[in-house]
């Protein structure tokens, strides 16, 4: 039963039967939405991509039409959902590493918004993505399919910016710390860290494989008055003489948190088994997360990519900022 202080539901009559929300009162405005969303297609589509050799065709050029296909048919695909006169459809698709960025801008005048075209659009654009390129890898996954700006109407314009984490990253190398070998990993990484985290590098170290030298410095940074909310490291993970990063780790945790790289090592795909060589943990310090990844350059790029849809969710609970659990 409803109480009477709450109000009706738009998509519902004074019956409770589904209906369509009358908009038949509302202006006519000029109204624009944005949407984006990744897929990850694995390297060897992505080197397809590149070299346009996939058998069915260009992809990027498919995925943009189906795109543009998708807006037009969103009526016809949510239920109750207005058909709308769209006055412009941009389906932009390129790609960044393994990944395909989509992105749709849908523009029309009318009395009800356009965010759903322009998500239609995206989630087209990502399904013709997977037809495409699901002969070279059947795992291809979409990642990501949201709303970033809108424009118009009684809400007028908003733009939708996740702060991103303010993240440091501890290179874990006896070689590459003596300088006799070049720092691969620290870049690689923080071009990761913004490309599936939106986060910031805010400090970057290079340590020996020395469990004191990892476990100070892990203490000094978490300690920072603007402590980082992530600290990301990379190498010591094996089970050489000198992989100690994470008894550093735990020595240096209140508390472990052994389900996230748990996570990273079942999403691996199938032939991967040297995942799960990698004795990395995961734990939390006052009000910084502290996850170790390994020590190859891509394969700690990827461990972080397997677990990048939870950490936003993660950090969040650990600064008190989020009530709800998805």
């Known amino acids: 039963m409803t109480r009477s202080n709450e109000p009706p539901l738009s998509h519902l009559d004074t019956a409770g039967r589904a209906r369509m929300v009358d908009v038949g009162g509302k202006p006519v405005t000029d109204r624009r939405a944005v949407a984006e969303g990744r897929v990850d ?5 992505a080197a397809a991509i590149r070299e346009n050799s996939l058998k069915k065709g260009d992809l990027l050029q498919v995925a ?3 795109g543009v296909q998708a807006a037009k048919r969103t009526a016809d695909l949510v239920l109750l959902c207005h058909p709308l006169p ?6 932009e698709a390129t790609l960044e590493e393994d990944c395909v960025v989509l992105t749709a801008t849908v523009r029309t005048a009318g009395q009800t918004g ?11 654009a990502a399904l013709n993505v997977v037809d495409m390129g699901k002969s070279l890898n059947p795992a291809i996954e979409i990642r990501s399919l949201r709303v970033v ?13 996740a702060a991103g984490p303010r993240v440091a990253i501890l290179t874990v190398s006896d070689s590459r710390s003596a300088g006799a070998a070049e720092d691969l990993a620290t870049p690689l990484l923080a071009d990761a860290v913004q490309r599936f985290l939106g986060g910031d590098v805010v400090a970057s170290k290079l340590v020996p494989d020395d469990r004191v030298a990892i476990a100070t410095q892990l203490r000094d940074w978490a300690s920072e008055p603007a402590a980082p909310s992530l600290v990301l490291t990379t190498g010591g993970t094996g089970v050489g003489p000198r992989d100690v990063t994470p008894e550093a780790t735990i020595e240096v ?25 990698s004795r990395g943990v995961a734990g939390v310090v006052g009000r910084t997360l502290i996850v ?13 990519r397997l677990i990048a849809d939870v950490l936003p969710h993660t950090l969040e609970t650990l600064r008190g900022e989020e009530a709800s659990h998805p």
């Open 114 to 124: 356009v965010e759903m075209e322009a998500l239609a659009a995206v989630a087209g």
């Open 253 to 277: 945790a209140e508390r472990l948190h052994p389900g996230l790289l748990d996570l990273a090592r079942a999403r691996c795909l199938p032939g991967k088994p040297h995942a799960y060589l």
């Open 86 to 91: 769209l006055a412009h459809i941009d389906v």
């Open 64 to 66: 943009r039409l189906g």
């Open 149 to 161: 700006e809108k424009t118009g109407g009684k809400s007028g314009p908003t733009r939708h910016h």
């Open 292 to 304: 170790n990844l390994p020590g190859s350059p891509r394969g700690a790029v990827e461990t972080l």
């Open 41 to 45: 297609v694995g390297p060897e589509v």
